[in-house]
Protein backbone atom coordinates (compact mmCIF):
# COMPACT_ATOMS: atom_id res chain seq x y z
CA UNK A 1 0.00 0.00 0.00
CA UNK A 2 1.33 3.17 -0.65
CA UNK A 3 1.95 6.28 1.24
CA UNK A 4 -0.50 8.04 -0.25
CA UNK A 5 -3.06 5.86 -0.20
CA UNK A 6 -1.92 4.99 3.57
CA UNK A 7 -3.03 8.65 4.32
CA UNK A 8 -6.40 8.50 2.62
CA UNK A 9 -7.81 5.69 4.62
CA UNK A 10 -6.30 7.15 7.82
CA UNK A 11 -8.02 10.60 6.88
CA UNK A 12 -11.34 8.91 6.35
CA UNK A 13 -11.43 6.82 10.08
CA UNK A 14 -10.57 9.83 11.56
CA UNK A 15 -13.22 12.01 10.06
CA UNK A 16 -15.47 8.77 10.61
CA UNK A 17 -14.72 8.72 14.60
CA UNK A 18 -15.06 12.31 14.96
CA UNK A 19 -18.53 12.67 13.34
CA UNK A 20 -19.57 9.58 15.54
CA UNK A 21 -18.05 11.47 18.35
CA UNK A 22 -20.10 14.24 18.05
CA UNK A 23 -23.63 12.64 16.97
CA UNK A 24 -22.78 11.07 20.41
CA UNK A 25 -22.25 13.94 22.12
CA UNK A 26 -25.70 15.33 20.33
CA UNK A 27 -27.36 12.26 21.37
CA UNK A 28 -26.28 12.58 24.65
CA UNK A 29 -26.77 16.89 25.14
CA UNK A 30 -30.15 16.39 23.87
CA UNK A 31 -30.88 13.24 26.52
CA UNK A 32 -29.30 15.34 29.20
CA UNK A 33 -31.42 18.33 28.45
CA UNK A 34 -35.04 16.50 27.97
CA UNK A 35 -33.90 14.52 31.71
CA UNK A 36 -33.30 17.93 32.84
CA UNK A 37 -36.78 19.50 31.50
CA UNK A 38 -38.15 16.61 33.95
CA UNK A 39 -36.24 17.56 37.05
CA UNK A 40 -36.54 21.53 36.72
CA UNK A 41 -39.97 21.17 35.40
CA UNK A 42 -39.14 24.75 33.35
CA UNK A 43 -41.07 23.96 29.66
CA UNK A 44 -40.89 26.16 26.67
CA UNK A 45 -42.97 25.16 23.88
CA UNK A 46 -43.93 26.56 20.25
CA UNK A 47 -47.02 26.39 17.70
CA UNK A 48 -46.96 27.11 14.12
CA UNK A 49 -50.38 27.27 12.62
CA UNK A 50 -53.68 25.46 13.28
CA UNK A 51 -53.72 21.56 11.62
CA UNK A 52 -57.03 20.65 11.97
CA UNK A 53 -60.22 22.59 11.51
CA UNK A 54 -64.16 22.03 12.13
CA UNK A 55 -65.92 19.16 9.73
CA UNK A 56 -67.89 20.77 6.73
CA UNK A 57 -70.96 18.72 6.96
CA UNK A 58 -73.72 19.63 4.12
CA UNK A 59 -77.15 19.17 6.50
CA UNK A 60 -75.40 21.13 9.92
CA UNK A 61 -73.32 23.34 11.02
CA UNK A 62 -69.81 21.72 13.15
CA UNK A 63 -68.75 24.35 15.38
CA UNK A 64 -65.40 23.08 16.72
CA UNK A 65 -63.11 19.68 16.58
CA UNK A 66 -61.51 19.35 19.95
CA UNK A 67 -60.10 16.18 22.48
CA UNK A 68 -57.75 14.59 19.95
CA UNK A 69 -56.38 11.13 20.55
CA UNK A 70 -53.57 10.51 18.00
CA UNK A 71 -51.74 7.09 16.86
CA UNK A 72 -49.07 6.50 14.49
CA UNK A 73 -49.53 2.84 12.81
CA UNK A 74 -48.78 1.02 9.89
CA UNK A 75 -46.95 4.65 8.39
CA UNK A 76 -50.87 6.74 8.90
CA UNK A 77 -51.80 9.03 11.55
CA UNK A 78 -54.84 7.91 12.58
CA UNK A 79 -56.56 10.69 14.32
CA UNK A 80 -59.92 10.68 16.90
CA UNK A 81 -61.68 13.82 18.01
CA UNK A 82 -64.87 15.24 19.69
CA UNK A 83 -66.69 17.38 16.92
CA UNK A 84 -69.75 19.56 18.21
CA UNK A 85 -72.17 20.23 16.12
CA UNK A 86 -75.77 21.82 15.85
CA UNK A 87 -78.19 18.91 14.93
CA UNK A 88 -76.00 16.01 17.02
CA UNK A 89 -74.26 17.94 19.74
CA UNK A 90 -71.41 15.54 20.72
CA UNK A 91 -70.07 12.70 17.61
CA UNK A 92 -66.24 11.15 17.66
CA UNK A 93 -64.48 11.50 14.09
CA UNK A 94 -61.62 9.77 12.60
CA UNK A 95 -59.33 10.59 9.90
CA UNK A 96 -56.05 9.32 8.97
CA UNK A 97 -52.94 11.34 7.01
CA UNK A 98 -49.51 10.32 6.42
CA UNK A 99 -48.31 13.78 7.27
CA UNK A 100 -49.69 16.36 9.27
CA UNK A 101 -49.63 19.20 6.26
CA UNK A 102 -52.54 16.90 4.99
CA UNK A 103 -54.46 16.60 8.44
CA UNK A 104 -57.08 19.71 7.39
CA UNK A 105 -57.77 17.67 3.85
CA UNK A 106 -58.06 14.23 5.12
CA UNK A 107 -61.56 12.56 4.97
CA UNK A 108 -63.92 13.19 8.13
CA UNK A 109 -65.95 10.04 8.84
CA UNK A 110 -68.24 9.78 12.00
CA UNK A 111 -68.38 6.50 13.65
CA UNK A 112 -71.11 4.48 14.03
CA UNK A 113 -70.58 2.77 16.88
CA UNK A 114 -72.91 4.97 18.76
CA UNK A 115 -76.07 6.93 17.80
CA UNK A 116 -75.99 9.18 20.55
CA UNK A 117 -73.76 11.26 23.28
CA UNK A 118 -69.97 10.22 23.13
CA UNK A 119 -66.71 12.19 22.95
CA UNK A 120 -63.22 12.57 23.97
CA UNK A 121 -62.15 9.49 23.20
CA UNK A 122 -58.97 7.69 23.84
CA UNK A 123 -57.35 4.74 21.54
CA UNK A 124 -54.87 2.68 22.17
CA UNK A 125 -54.08 -1.01 21.20
CA UNK A 126 -54.38 -3.50 23.63
CA UNK A 127 -51.87 -6.31 23.22
CA UNK A 128 -53.38 -9.11 25.47
CA UNK A 129 -56.90 -9.08 23.18
CA UNK A 130 -54.91 -8.48 19.81
CA UNK A 131 -57.12 -5.34 19.48
CA UNK A 132 -58.36 -1.46 19.30
CA UNK A 133 -59.73 -0.30 22.00
CA UNK A 134 -61.32 3.50 22.14
CA UNK A 135 -62.68 4.93 25.74
CA UNK A 136 -64.87 7.74 25.69
CA UNK A 137 -67.66 9.10 27.48
CA UNK A 138 -71.21 8.49 26.26
CA UNK A 139 -74.84 8.62 26.84
CA UNK A 140 -77.62 5.97 26.29
CA UNK A 141 -81.06 5.46 27.11
CA UNK A 142 -80.83 2.31 27.69
CA UNK A 143 -78.11 2.52 30.20
CA UNK A 144 -78.46 2.77 34.48
CA UNK A 145 -76.97 5.26 34.47
CA UNK A 146 -77.48 6.91 31.24
CA UNK A 147 -73.99 8.71 31.04
CA UNK A 148 -70.78 6.53 31.58
CA UNK A 149 -67.88 5.70 30.26
CA UNK A 150 -67.82 3.24 27.74
CA UNK A 151 -65.40 1.50 25.13
CA UNK A 152 -65.60 -0.11 21.86
CA UNK A 153 -62.86 -2.42 19.74
CA UNK A 154 -62.29 -3.13 16.63
CA UNK A 155 -59.35 -5.59 14.77
CA UNK A 156 -58.38 -2.71 11.45
CA UNK A 157 -57.84 0.88 12.86
CA UNK A 158 -58.25 2.07 9.40
CA UNK A 159 -61.70 1.12 9.14
CA UNK A 160 -64.09 3.52 10.60
CA UNK A 161 -67.55 1.09 10.37
CA UNK A 162 -65.20 -1.99 12.13
CA UNK A 163 -65.88 -0.36 15.49
CA UNK A 164 -68.03 -2.27 18.13
CA UNK A 165 -71.43 -0.69 19.59
CA UNK A 166 -69.99 1.24 22.61
CA UNK A 167 -70.43 -0.67 25.83
CA UNK A 168 -70.43 0.59 29.51
CA UNK A 169 -67.18 -0.13 31.54
CA UNK A 170 -69.26 -0.42 34.74
CA UNK A 171 -72.32 -2.24 35.49
CA UNK A 172 -73.31 0.61 37.69
CA UNK A 173 -71.79 4.05 38.86
CA UNK A 174 -69.46 4.10 42.02
CA UNK A 175 -71.33 5.46 44.98
CA UNK A 176 -68.76 7.74 45.64
CA UNK A 177 -68.47 9.28 42.53
CA UNK A 178 -70.85 11.81 41.87
CA UNK A 179 -69.33 13.60 38.82
CA UNK A 180 -67.32 11.99 36.42
CA UNK A 181 -65.66 12.83 32.62
CA UNK A 182 -62.42 12.82 30.24
CA UNK A 183 -61.82 9.12 30.86
CA UNK A 184 -58.07 7.64 29.97
CA UNK A 185 -56.48 3.97 30.40
CA UNK A 186 -52.77 3.33 30.76
CA UNK A 187 -51.48 -0.48 31.79
CA UNK A 188 -48.43 -1.55 33.45
CA UNK A 189 -47.72 -4.96 33.87
CA UNK A 190 -50.22 -6.43 35.61
CA UNK A 191 -53.16 -3.92 35.52
CA UNK A 192 -55.19 -1.57 34.01
CA UNK A 193 -55.91 1.79 35.44
CA UNK A 194 -58.73 4.23 34.66
CA UNK A 195 -58.33 7.65 35.64
CA UNK A 196 -61.02 10.47 35.35
CA UNK A 197 -61.80 13.79 36.77
CA UNK A 198 -64.59 15.45 38.53
CA UNK A 199 -64.25 19.04 38.03
CA UNK A 200 -63.83 19.78 41.41
CA UNK A 201 -59.92 19.91 41.69
CA UNK A 202 -59.85 15.71 42.40
CA UNK A 203 -58.15 12.89 39.66
CA UNK A 204 -59.92 9.29 40.50
CA UNK A 205 -58.53 6.45 39.96
CA UNK A 206 -59.74 2.98 39.66
CA UNK A 207 -57.76 -0.56 38.86
CA UNK A 208 -58.80 -3.78 37.06
CA UNK A 209 -56.27 -6.73 36.28
CA UNK A 210 -55.30 -7.17 32.46
CA UNK A 211 -56.87 -10.19 32.40
CA UNK A 212 -60.21 -9.25 33.92
CA UNK A 213 -59.86 -5.88 31.40
CA UNK A 214 -62.43 -4.25 30.46
CA UNK A 215 -64.42 -5.54 33.70
CA UNK A 216 -64.24 -5.72 37.20
CA UNK A 217 -62.82 -2.20 38.22
CA UNK A 218 -62.33 -1.17 41.72
CA UNK A 219 -63.61 1.34 43.51
CA UNK A 220 -62.70 4.59 42.41
CA UNK A 221 -60.18 6.54 45.04
CA UNK A 222 -58.62 10.48 44.61
CA UNK A 223 -55.63 9.82 43.43
CA UNK A 224 -54.47 13.76 43.04
CA UNK A 225 -56.47 16.87 44.36
CA UNK A 226 -55.60 20.39 43.38
CA UNK A 227 -56.30 23.50 41.40
CA UNK A 228 -56.76 21.22 38.60
CA UNK A 229 -60.48 20.88 36.13
CA UNK A 230 -60.47 17.89 33.81
CA UNK A 231 -58.34 16.25 31.28
CA UNK A 232 -55.64 14.18 33.08
CA UNK A 233 -54.16 12.46 30.39
CA UNK A 234 -51.33 9.80 31.72
CA UNK A 235 -48.16 8.60 29.97
CA UNK A 236 -45.24 6.04 30.88
CA UNK A 237 -41.83 8.53 29.88
CA UNK A 238 -39.19 6.10 28.41
CA UNK A 239 -36.11 5.65 29.69
CA UNK A 240 -37.11 7.79 33.04
CA UNK A 241 -39.35 4.74 34.56
CA UNK A 242 -41.99 7.43 35.72
CA UNK A 243 -45.44 8.55 34.88
CA UNK A 244 -46.71 11.91 33.79
CA UNK A 245 -49.61 13.19 34.38
CA UNK A 246 -50.96 16.59 32.72
CA UNK A 247 -54.06 17.81 33.83
CA UNK A 248 -56.09 21.12 32.57
CA UNK A 249 -56.40 23.91 34.72
CA UNK A 250 -58.40 26.88 34.25
CA UNK A 251 -57.51 30.99 34.55
CA UNK A 252 -53.81 30.92 34.07
CA UNK A 253 -51.80 32.70 31.63
CA UNK A 254 -55.05 31.71 29.07
CA UNK A 255 -58.60 30.54 29.91
CA UNK A 256 -57.29 26.57 29.58
CA UNK A 257 -53.69 25.52 30.68
CA UNK A 258 -52.22 22.36 31.89
CA UNK A 259 -50.20 21.84 34.82
CA UNK A 260 -48.13 18.47 35.38
CA UNK A 261 -47.26 16.19 37.58
CA UNK A 262 -44.83 13.02 38.18
CA UNK A 263 -45.18 9.47 39.87
CA UNK A 264 -43.22 6.24 40.52
CA UNK A 265 -46.00 4.04 39.92
CA UNK A 266 -50.14 4.48 38.45
CA UNK A 267 -50.91 3.77 41.91
CA UNK A 268 -48.06 6.11 43.38
CA UNK A 269 -48.32 9.45 44.74
CA UNK A 270 -48.54 12.19 42.02
CA UNK A 271 -45.62 14.83 42.64
CA UNK A 272 -45.71 18.43 40.94
CA UNK A 273 -43.47 19.01 38.25
CA UNK A 274 -44.85 22.30 36.51
CA UNK A 275 -48.28 22.79 38.44
CA UNK A 276 -48.08 26.30 39.30
CA UNK A 277 -49.65 29.02 37.06
CA UNK A 278 -46.21 30.60 36.87
CA UNK A 279 -44.51 27.59 36.13
CA UNK A 280 -47.03 25.47 34.02
CA UNK A 281 -46.43 22.61 31.82
CA UNK A 282 -48.07 24.31 28.56
CA UNK A 283 -49.68 28.07 29.06
CA UNK A 284 -49.43 31.02 27.11
CA UNK A 285 -46.85 31.99 29.29
CA UNK A 286 -44.28 29.15 27.86
CA UNK A 287 -45.78 28.99 24.15
CA UNK A 288 -44.69 31.07 21.46
CA UNK A 289 -46.49 31.27 18.29
CA UNK A 290 -44.74 31.45 15.42
CA UNK A 291 -47.18 32.11 12.39
CA UNK A 292 -50.31 33.85 13.11
CA UNK A 293 -52.51 34.49 16.58
CA UNK A 294 -54.98 31.75 17.10
CA UNK A 295 -54.72 30.86 20.21
CA UNK A 296 -55.10 31.71 23.94
CA UNK A 297 -55.86 28.93 25.58
CA UNK A 298 -54.01 25.59 25.35
CA UNK A 299 -56.61 22.41 25.97
CA UNK A 300 -57.46 19.04 26.20
CA UNK A 301 -54.04 17.68 24.34
CA UNK A 302 -52.81 14.19 24.02
CA UNK A 303 -48.89 13.68 23.46
CA UNK A 304 -47.50 11.82 20.56
CA UNK A 305 -46.70 8.50 21.58
CA UNK A 306 -43.53 6.33 20.90
CA UNK A 307 -45.93 3.29 19.93
CA UNK A 308 -49.25 2.32 20.30
CA UNK A 309 -50.02 -0.32 23.01
CA UNK A 310 -51.77 0.25 25.95
CA UNK A 311 -48.76 1.40 28.02
CA UNK A 312 -48.51 4.71 26.64
CA UNK A 313 -44.86 5.29 26.15
CA UNK A 314 -43.98 8.86 24.98
CA UNK A 315 -40.20 9.79 24.22
CA UNK A 316 -38.77 12.84 26.73
CA UNK A 317 -36.16 13.44 23.81
CA UNK A 318 -39.11 14.02 21.42
CA UNK A 319 -42.11 15.64 22.89
CA UNK A 320 -44.73 16.85 20.98
CA UNK A 321 -48.36 17.56 22.06
CA UNK A 322 -51.66 17.72 19.86
CA UNK A 323 -53.86 20.35 21.36
CA UNK A 324 -57.19 22.20 20.90
CA UNK A 325 -57.03 26.04 20.96
CA UNK A 326 -58.99 28.81 20.07
CA UNK A 327 -58.75 33.32 20.97
CA UNK A 328 -60.65 34.66 23.25
CA UNK A 329 -62.11 36.76 20.55
CA UNK A 330 -63.57 34.07 18.56
CA UNK A 331 -65.05 32.58 22.05
CA UNK A 332 -66.53 35.55 23.57
CA UNK A 333 -70.06 35.72 23.85
CA UNK A 334 -70.74 32.32 23.10
CA UNK A 335 -71.95 28.97 25.25
CA UNK A 336 -69.44 26.69 25.76
CA UNK A 337 -70.45 24.13 22.78
CA UNK A 338 -70.61 26.66 19.82
CA UNK A 339 -66.83 27.56 20.72
CA UNK A 340 -64.82 27.57 17.76
CA UNK A 341 -61.78 25.37 18.76
CA UNK A 342 -59.28 24.14 16.40
CA UNK A 343 -56.31 21.58 16.30
CA UNK A 344 -52.48 22.33 16.77
CA UNK A 345 -49.51 21.00 18.13
CA UNK A 346 -46.80 21.84 20.64
CA UNK A 347 -42.96 21.37 20.05
CA UNK A 348 -40.32 22.29 22.27
CA UNK A 349 -38.74 25.86 21.91
CA UNK A 350 -35.51 26.00 21.83
CA UNK A 351 -35.22 29.55 20.94
Known amino acids: MSVTRYVQIAAVVVLTLAATQTARSADSTTSHLSNQLFETGRFRWKTGLPLVSPSKRPDEVCFSVKDPSIVLYGEHWHLFCTVRAGKRTHTIEYMTFTDFKDADTAKHHILKCHSGYFCAPQVFYFTPHKKWYMICQAASDSWQPNYQPAYSTTDDIAEPNSWSTLTPLFEQKPANVKAWLDFW ?33 SKPAIALSGDVFEASHIYYLKGLNKYLTFIEAQNG ?63 PQNLRLLFQGVTEAARQGKPYGQIPWRLGILEPDSD
Open 253 to 315: YGWRYYKAYLADRLDGVWQPLAADKEKAFASMKNVRQTAEHWTDSISHGELIRDGYDHTLQVD
Open 185 to 217: VICDDDKAHLFFTSLDGNMWRAETSLTKFPRDW
